[in-house]
């Protein structure tokens, strides 16, 4: 007997005949839990039937391990058919059976759908049986299906039950993945109050905005009607490893009246109200629905649980373990708050990549004098604001240093627009006014001043350094002397200090010298001698065309994708949204350039940036730390490319190391491939050479 | 005696002896008037006197020609030294000399300064007088000069009156060359009524918006506090040929109030009140300052004046004639009124490089209709709404068609995001929600879906066309049955259909599967055959660097270098006036990258587009239609790249037609100068080998 699939023909030696009497039967089955992964026969047959019958599901089927009360022979037949098909095709497979007049036929074999989970206890276990190599195994765990490991997920039959009860209300884009349930809050502040009460939060907004940040940190979960899948709330959530819905565009969020309505419903849910999202499916969900907490988050972060109790995390653990051993790049992190660098190192980040500064200028002590800065009108006013922030930023790079022991950790120097750092409210302006003692007009009139037509495109990154080089100074004093500190008390600290938004060498030549400036004064007041390194984002087009002059003042580049997609396609990621997700459903671009690399278009810059940076400075550092650095295919071209390594939000970093893998065992199978091809070729050319030269002859 | 000026030298032969008796004197002098460049000698001098003396202008100095009655022999020495001078340096010189004891010293000569209008003046004089060649003479005028003899200028007398009596009241960017006169007035409307009754305005705006383009049309010149070279004023102004100061920051513009104020000043201009600006200098003057019309306007535009009668029309039509001879590149114009093409032609246009669309949106019978179709839901909604569009914009199309009289029409489709289309202020919004009889709050909702975090990088350009493929269409047909109406009264054109915002080929290809299937149904209807191409702006970067994908499907190229500078430098054209300045000022760009191309960035990606493009299709079309296309280092830039065309507004045709021409001289000298470079390189290998020849044996 022979069974066919993709051509390839299994030769099943020992046919079994089964003995039914006058009987028949047929049957579909698993060879292994397609749902557990678990490793035991898995089906259902009926009596006299047809496979149609099984599949229509109008009789109710037996489970398939009853077959053996009934048919003893044909139950051992179809075990060992198993087992040859497993060792032949080396994968869980999905048969499809028949017996008639007590003879067994196998009509179909196919590999078998499973779940995120079987697929990954599957591809372990046989590991351990021996039927494929570690690299196998890898190739078969689509890094994405790792969150399924790390985040907390519905209970699935209570989410039927809610579904079922229609209280679905909207679907947004599942921009942070894991499930969470809470109440209903609009504003940052209630969302602390309300957490610190110890109750579950859902934090609801049009849009999120870096004054929201503690009131993210408090929430279970971030829920928004406007922005895409790398708007502030994604990516800060993301970061945080929180659940995120966002542009969820049918829910008319009421900041007022403190309600969500939703287009085309009739319901209203107002404040304190439960809800429900489940960041991986985008589902925003009326009510409370219990949701089940990660094994691997219990055993690696909150230390609740113990590894030999973790089946889950067993299996996790081994596939890193393998991915560890395969890899080429590195994998950082982006994180600016010592507990996502502690959770960061636990999911196995190699260093920070990304350490954004912008949120170090909020908060209790911070935004105060920074809001006094920025109103400032003489360089002397704007330093002594930026005095009283440098202990506080001093301290929040300690802990930053001592939470990431010794590992390499990258600041960006401040680069969001000044605007962003004001109360755009008349209640918040007043208060400053207040606090600062300024008139309301003067503040509104700055304000007014400093809106922009393209924020994106505005007064941002370096640019403020170079208009206003104290808080370059101040940031840099900031960092080395947390440096110091640091290496005082016994730790090793690897400062790099990026300058973000170069398009000229110049821009980068001015901030440079600035940091510089200031460590060898921290060095010479302190006595304690350090090493760092001053580099850039590339996320500019004109910074990877002129990557060559950059690279001659740049120890490192590390590329910004999210603004370099920006600018290349010349599409905002907050306003894509109306347009995007349709350029992808016409196949305009196969997948949305803001989740995976633009290859032809961002690509082409970034291989030209690696190209020139390195023909000037050729062992320059060369990273990535926009959002793309944690999704697999984009983590496959950064290998391509030849970086140093990958830098993604903490959660994302297991998925990075697996991807980082695939894309290094892709590499050497092709290049087998391509040897044996040329291989080939050569013995062919051979040949014919023989043969023309006897031709001759 | 020698006089020796750039390490050359020139030994006047005949020195003059002069006998003034005891006395002795010294003077400076022009060759030529360096005011108008009148051929006689002109400068003063003074008795018993030192050169120090005559500038320090102490004492009253003579005419030179006085001195002739005082020492004829002197003044005779004088003139032939002028005259030698001249041979000699083929240009008009700045000389020093001194009598001492009637013996004549010649202290210094150097080319002199002369003003643009002289420079002009002098230099086609010396071609007629065998002193220079045309080449010469066109390399000594800077195409900018040419403004002077094309715009109304102030009397320069009255203006400094008003700049001695205190009058002055700001400085803004000099967006719109030449000077204006007017009553202030604060919107659109009212500078409409004001001009019926035949009174001069100016109209006063924070910034302009499509809205105001009625209004801009009716005034003198434009006034905004806010934006740069290239905002929305800036570029209209300029194809109007309108006066234009913009971005006047120091200006405190009050809607309600309607005045005037100005930072640091007690002064406020009201509404009515008389205002000057020089949109040469980006002066803003309170009250009235009498203006001169040019002689180049009142020939080719205004035609109230003769040829003959008109010296300074001369000039110009020499010098362009010159011009024409030598440049290599096409010089198109940016229009998109039948009387601004009619100027562009008469200016030397050959062709329109880009006629925006957007304003054939607005105005009587068309604004409604377009804010119908935006707050339409269903495609039948918007197809209706478009049909009532559809004849005044063929009927557009058809002025323009017989203005340009057979000369190619590049026509860029719809371009802006639509809330451009819809009011911002609530009387504007209650206004339309009674006539399309919609509730206020659904044009509310409606408007602040389209409001947009960044709209530079949002939903435009060629995006709306893929979203609204019934625009396209719309725009398309009325193209082509005004192109057919035209050819039916006898008259040629060649439309050229150009898809902005494109990034990827396929978005392209969508828009042009659209024009063809239009024209071919439009060529069926009405049997009549015409030529067209369809084509692309290339303004985003992807763009640039999938330009060979892009030129499967595109016939043609425009660089919009606006946006391509936009998007390369990561820098918001409206926005970067507030960091842009201190770059220049820090020489972190040389100069600003709107005005002059930035061809290290911007450039690059031009050039790379130029060789995809090529490497596709041979024979691609190249223009340029950013506002770079009338700066001439963009224009000589435009030459090396080996474009078609270059276009812009009607007013900088001659700028860009002589920096053209200029290019191209530019270009035959250093292959003249690299020929024989190479050839003594040779020579001297010759010699060389020889001398090695010769050593050997």
């Known amino acids: 007997m022979f069974i066919r699939q993709n051509q390839e023909a299994v030769n099943i030696q020992s046919m079994v005949y089964g003995n039914l009497g ?6 579909v089955a698993f060879t292994r839990d397609a749902a557990t992964g678990e490793n035991y026969f898995y089906g259902e047959f009926l009596m006299n039937a047809q496979g149609e019958d099984v599949v229509a599901g109008t009789r109710t089927p037996l489970p398939i391990s009853q077959l053996a009360e009934k048919d003893k022979r044909s139950y051992n037949g179809l075990l060992s058919i198993r087992q040859i098909l497993e060792q032949h095709y080396r994968d869980m497979l999905d048969v499809e059976f028949t017996i008639q007049d007590g003879k067994l036929y196998m009509l179909q074999c196919r590999v078998g759908k499973r779940t995120a989970f079987a697929s990954m206890k599957i591809a372990v276990d046989m590991v351990k049986e021996g039927l494929i190599s570690p690299k196998e195994a890898l190739m078969r765990v689509e890094p994405d299906q790792l969150n399924q490991l790390l985040r907390p997920i519905f209970d699935l039959n ?18 942070g993945p894991g499930a969470a349930c809470g109440k209903v809050v609009f504003n940052a502040e209630d969302a602390i109050e309300v957490a610190k009460k110890g109750e579950p939060v859902i934090l609801v907004r049009i849009e999120t905005s870096p004054e929201d940040i503690g009131g993210m940190n408090a929430a279970e979960g971030i829920l928004t009607a406007r922005g ?46 439960f809800i429900s999202i489940d960041g991986s499916t985008g589902e925003v969900i009326n009510g409370k629905i219990p949701t089940k907490p990660s094994e691997v988050i219990q055993v690696l972060l909150q230390k609740t649980l113990d590894e030999k109790d973790a089946p889950t995390y067993q299996i996790y653990k081994q596939i890193m373990k393998w991915a560890d051993q395969f890899r080429r790049l590195n994998v950082r992190t982006n994180a600016d708050q010592p507990d996502q660098s502690q959770n960061a190192v636990a999911f196995g980040a190699e260093g920070i990549g990304l350490c954004r500064t912008e949120h170090m200028f909020f908060g209790e002590g911070k935004i105060g004098p920074m809001r006094e800065m920025i109103l400032s009108d003489s360089v002397d006013e704007r330093k002594k604001a930026l005095a009283k922030i440098l202990p506080f930023q001093r301290a929040d790079f300690e802990g930053i240093f ?19 750092f004001l109360p755009q409210d008349e209640a918040g302006q007043k208060e400053i006014a207040k606090q600062l003692n300024i008139s309301l007009a003067k503040i509104k009139e700055r304000i007014a001043a400093l809106h922009e037509f393209n924020p994106m495109l505005g ?94 003042v740049a120890e490192f580049f590390s590329f910004g994708t999210n603004d370099l997609t920006q600018t290349t396609l010349g599409v905002s990621r907050d306003d894509a949204g109306r347009f995007l997700p349709l350029y992808v459903q016409k196949e305009i671009y196969a997948r949305d350039p803001f989740e995976a690399i633009d290859r032809e278009g961002v690509g082409y810059l970034m291989k030209l940036a690696v190209e020139k940076g390195r023909e000037t400075r050729k062992k320059i550092k060369l990273g990535i730390c926009g959002e793309h650095g944690g999704e697999p295919s ?3 071209f950064c290998h391509q490319l030849g970086l140093n390594y990958v830098s993604c939000s903490p959660f994302r970093v297991p998925i990075a190391r697996l991807a980082a893998a695939r894309a290094a065992i892709t590499e050497e199978l092709l290049t087998k491939q391509d040897k044996k091809g040329k291989k080939e070729k050569k013995e062919k050319k051979g040949k014919k050479d023989k043969k023309d030269k006897k031709k001759k002859k």
Do not use: W
Not at 161 to 166: E, I, R
């Open 22 to 27: 006058e009987t028949s039967g047929t049957g």
């Open 158 to 175: 209570e989410k039927k039950k809610a579904l079922d009860k229609k209280q679905f209300l909207a679907k947004g884009l599942n921009a």
């Open 228 to 273: 895409g899948m790398t708007s502030h709330a994604a990516l800060v959530a993301r970061q945080m490893g929180k659940v995120c819905v966002a542009g969820c565009g049918s829910l008319n969020i009421d900041y007022k009246a403190r309600t969500i309505s939703v287009e085309g419903k009739d319901l209203v849910v107002k404040e304190g109200d």
């Open 402 to 420: 001592l939470a990431m022991d010794g590992r390499p950790v990258t600041i960006r120097t401040i680069d969001p627009p000044l605007h962003e």
């Open 459 to 552: 007064f941002r990154g370096c640019r403020l350094g170079i208009f206003y080089p104290e808080i370059t100074e101040m940031q840099s004093r900031a960092i080395f002397e947390a440096t110091v500190n640091v290496i005082k008390k016994g730790t090793k600290v690897l400062p790099e200090i990026m300058i973000p938004l170069v398009g000229h060498v110049k821009e980068l030549k001015s901030q440079e010298e600035i940091v510089r400036k200031v460590a060898s004064e921290v060095m010479e007041e302190t006595g304690v001698k350090f090493d760092y390194l001053v580099g850039t984002m590339i996320e500019i087009p004109r910074g990877a065309i002129t990557a060559d002059q950059i690279a001659e």
């Open 634 to 636: 984009s983590v496959e």
